[in-house]
């Protein structure tokens, strides 16, 4: 019942706000999901921070546009100015399908501090209400990290971050934006069965997952493994290239994802939409190499 009422949920959500009589602008999810539908069934983005070319914020959605790229993924807080930014995407097709709290880090939701755990909950609300004004579908959220065996440990990184999402979903409920909790090395999420235990107590298809498909390779896991064993709860994914030997020090398609397999498990899992590349940022010749490697590990070339 859980997997059907959530699959559910990913389809109304594109219609959330049309019955009220609003606007695309207030309707994050059809702007992001409709464009997610159509075309490839894996649609290639960027983190709008690769994008490192002196221009407006219009000439880079317009480079963006031109090394093959159909989405972005914003951070919050920026100083990117909303209305320029979605005048951008309105012009060019670029679709802003995501927003990053990019506060996460270093402004924990599992901080041993309750001051700094509120910061944080603060950052999460306003990049939510950042993505709704984007017209994006998710909100990337890195819970917490495992710090000090006494004063941050896992018990209580779990327990302060859960305390911290739960006030957050009435807001993310009402903007109809998604807040996806991803896997990065934070030693707190590790494992298949930490992310589903985390995304499903909240029992609640609001939240859900976003796997780095790289990042995971480190803990023995293969990453198709993870995504079969998500399922349904699998919002976005993003990757790089990652090998046991070199560490990050590789390119996309020369790290030990095993694309084959991962572009199968995707398949299985009835996943279609966003795939995110998160490497260094360059100029135009460096993005379409990305772009091009991109073309390559997800069979679009």
Known sequence: MRQVTRRAFLKSTATVGVAAGVG???NP????????????????????SMIQHKGSVLEKFELAKKCGFLGLEMDSPSNIDVKEAVAARDKTGVVIHGVIDSIHWNTRLSDPDPAVREKGLQGLLTALKDAHAYGAET?????????????????????????????????AEKLGVKICIETVWNEFITTPEH?????????????????????????????????????NRLYKFDFKGYSKEKGFGVQIGEGDENWPEVLKALKEVNYSGWATSEVKGGGEEWLKEVSRRMDQVLGLA
């Not at 941050?152 to 971050?161: L, M, P």
């Open 29 to 48: 999810a059809a702007f992001a999901a409709d464009a997610a539908t159509k075309g490839p069934w894996l649609k290639k983005a960027v983190k709008y």
């Open 139 to 171: 909100c990337l959220l890195v819970p917490g990290a495992v710090r000090d065996k006494e004063k941050e440990n896992f018990d209580q990184c779990w327990e302060r971050s859960t305390e911290q999402v739960k006030k957050a979903i009435p807001t």
């Open 24 to 26: 695309l602008s207030a």
């Open 195 to 231: 992310l589903i235990k985390y995304v499903d107590q909240f029992q609640n298809p609001i939240v859900g997952a976003y796997f780095d498909i790289s990042n995971m390779i480190k803990y023995g896991v293969p990453p198709a493994d993870w995504i079969r064993r998500l399922g």
